[in-house]
């Protein structure tokens, strides 16, 4: 496999039974808000000043003002551009909002090198953002097992507004996300992106042990026949336009 952007087509749908895994704020049952951000790195860099500084200050930061769990990832096969993943949940839109000024009043966070680097020796080169809102399908991100796993990020765009929400409505309504379960594919989460690139469109994550537990799961999926029912629904064609598809490795830290 090479170090690249998977273009591949496959899917998911609503969800019932995740009993190995735990969700994120469960019991209020809200839509949780997800945070996805790519920090792109100074190339030659031989320090990550983004995830030391992530695991000694900003996560901890983070939790107290209410924003978390926090996953940060590395790209195993996608972008060859030294990129850092972070996947930042929010229970409402008020830390969304209210984060940075939140952050800055934190004298940990403050005080810290990386929020003070100097213009010759910037943290990062830029940060890129997205937010998005869970499916009702799984209104709560699915924290997995802590042990050795990569994770499934595969974004689906649409040709237009219509197309992206029938899109949604074929992973909640139509049934999808419950097929994903059915044939042992876990789900992390579903975002529909409210704001950011290439929209519109959604966003979901996979976890799997590795590779090969990835592929088997995939090949049970795509010849399931409710599976095979539902992709031949004419109510659901041409909905997506586009896929990409990342194999992200959690680092130690990572909280997802």
Excluded: C
Aim: hydrophobic share 40%; proline share 6%.
């Amino acid at each position: 496999m090479k170090r690249r952007d998977f273009l591949t087509a496959a899917s998911i749908a609503p969800i019932a039974g995740v009993s190995s895994l735990s969700a994120a704020g469960a019991g209020d049952g809200k839509q949780q808000y997800f945070e996805f951000r790519q920090y792109h790195l100074n190339v030659g860099s031989k320090k990550n000043m983004v995830g030391d500084f992530l695991r000694e200050v900003g996560i901890p930061a983070m939790n107290r003002i209410g924003i978390g769990p926090v996953g940060v990832f590395n790209a195993m096969y996608g972008p060859n551009s030294p990129t850092l993943y972070v996947l930042m949940v929010h229970k409402s839109l008020d830390t969304v909002v209210n984060s940075a000024s939140l952050l800055m009043a934190d004298d940990e966070y403050r005080k810290a090198d990386f929020i003070n680097t100097s213009l010759s020796e910037p943290g990062y080169v830029r940060m890129e953002s997205s937010l998005m809102l869970a499916f009702k399908g799984l209104p709560q991100l699915v924290v997995p097992e802590k042990k050795p796993r990569i994770f499934e990020l595969r974004t689906y765009e649409s040709h237009s507004i219509k197309a992206a929400k029938k899109k949604i409505e074929m992973f909640n309504e139509g049934g999808e996300i419950k097929v994903f379960l059915k044939t042992g594919l876990q789900p992390v989460f579903f975002g529909e992106t409210l704001i950011g690139p290439k929209m519109p469109n959604l966003t979901y994550m996979l976890v799997f042990d590795d590779l090969t537990d990835r592929d088997a799961k995939w090949k049970v999926f795509g010849g399931d026949p409710e599976w095979k029912k539902l992709s031949s629904d004419p109510e659901y064609k041409d909905t997506v336009s586009n896929i990409t598809d990342i194999i992200l490795r959690p680092a130690p830290y990572s909280q997802i």
